[in-house]
């Protein structure tokens, strides 16, 4: 399995951005496929996760509302829609996918197992 992000930048506050995730080799139906995010000195937080089989997502609090999850299984790509940057969405953000997992599991219970490289998003003016 191969995962692939792209998109990130530097935005100002109040700015948009689209991030992709171009994923290869997944043969399964059920699994999860999720951003997460890092910033410098903080933990790694799951931002928004979503199950391939029945489209069900989840947003952290921080972005619900203005960040939304989507798919496009015609070209085996996920993006994240970026409204409404704030500084503090700052950070490295993360594609992973999860063989067998649901949004939610990806969210809070598992370690995803394929990770992509990551794409930089700077909020600032």
């Known amino acids: 399995v191969q995962v692939v992000e792209s998109g990130g930048g530097l935005v100002q506050p109040g700015g948009s951005l689209r991030l992709s995730c171009e994923n290869s080799?997944?043969?399964?139906?059920?699994?999860?496929i999720g951003w997460f995010r890092q910033a410098p000195g903080k933990e790694r937080e799951a931002v928004s996760c979503l199950t391939n089989s029945d489209g069900t997502t989840y947003y952290a609090d921080s972005v619900k509302g203005r960040f939304t999850i989507s798919r496009d299984n015609t070209n085996n790509t996920m993006y994240l829609q970026l409204n409404a940057l704030k500084p503090e969405d700052t950070a490295v953000y993360y594609c992973?996918?999860?063989?067998?997992?649901?949004?939610?599991?990806?969210?809070?219970?598992?370690?995803?197992?394929?990770w992509g490289q990551g794409t930089q998003v700077t909020v600032s003016s």
């Open positions: 992973a996918v999860h063989i067998g997992a649901n949004a939610h599991a990806m969210a809070y219970l598992i370690d995803p197992t394929y």
């Open positions: 080799g997944i043969t399964e139906e059920y699994y999860g």
